[in-house]
């Protein structure tokens, strides 16, 4: 199984790239854990929110296979413990599914047409974070999964 993180644009901050760099490294690679940047939108500041997003969608749903599991990583969706979320990946690794691939949104969130897509919602926090630091704490839990799921002490609860 693959894991795909999709973010809209760059991580322009040396510092989180730095510390995601540092988590994805010490991710086994059986985990097949990958991060894709699309490039930003072009012309984004003249666009309204609801375009933006839109535009944002289509460049999400180019990168994503009809088969593909998608979660929206969103402030809204539900939430788990980091035990719960291990759990849940490593169900996933024992299915038939080929890729997970998690979205993270743009600077307003989601159009309706990838939530229509999505087939579920997951949130962080019930607070909202930018679209930059929530790649850093996902890819954490990422490897916090996987330092459960071999049962290290990297964990402790
Ligand atoms: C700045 S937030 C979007 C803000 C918001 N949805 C709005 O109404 O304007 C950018 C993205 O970061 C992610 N995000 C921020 N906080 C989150 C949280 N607590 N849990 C999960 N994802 C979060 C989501 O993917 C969100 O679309």
């Given at each position: 199984?693959?894991?795909?993180?999709?973010?809209?644009?760059?991580?322009?901050?040396?510092?989180?790239?730095?510390?995601?760099?540092?988590?994805?490294?010490?991710?086994?690679?059986?985990?097949?854990?990958?991060?894709?940047?699309?490039?930003?939108v072009k012309n984004a500041k003249n666009l309204s929110p609801e375009l933006l997003k839109k535009e944002e969608g289509k460049l999400f749903l180019m990168l994503t296979e009809n088969s593909d599991h998608v979660v929206l990583l969103d402030e809204k969706g539900k939430q788990f413990t980091s035990r719960e979320f291990a759990a849940k990946i490593d169900n996933w690794m024992n299915s038939s599914l080929k890729k997970i691939s998690?979205?993270?949104?743009?600077?307003?969130?989601?159009?309706?047409?990838?939530?229509?897509?999505?087939?579920?919602?997951?949130?962080?926090?019930?607070?909202?974070?930018?679209?930059?630091?929530?790649?850093?704490?996902?890819?954490?839990?990422?490897?916090?999964?996987?330092?459960?799921?071999?049962?290290?002490?990297y964990h402790n609860d």
């Open positions: 199984m693959r894991i795909n993180l999709i973010c809209i644009g760059k991580t322009d901050d040396k510092e989180i790239s730095r510390l995601i760099q540092y988590y994805q490294n010490r991710l086994p690679k059986h985990w097949n854990f990958e991060v894709t940047e699309i490039p930003d998690f979205f993270i949104g743009g600077a307003y969130g989601f159009s309706e047409e990838i939530y229509q897509r999505a087939n579920e919602k997951m949130s962080l926090s019930k607070m909202t974070f930018t679209h930059q630091m929530i790649r850093l704490f996902f890819v954490e839990q990422i490897y916090r999964a996987d330092q459960i799921l071999q049962g290290k002490p």
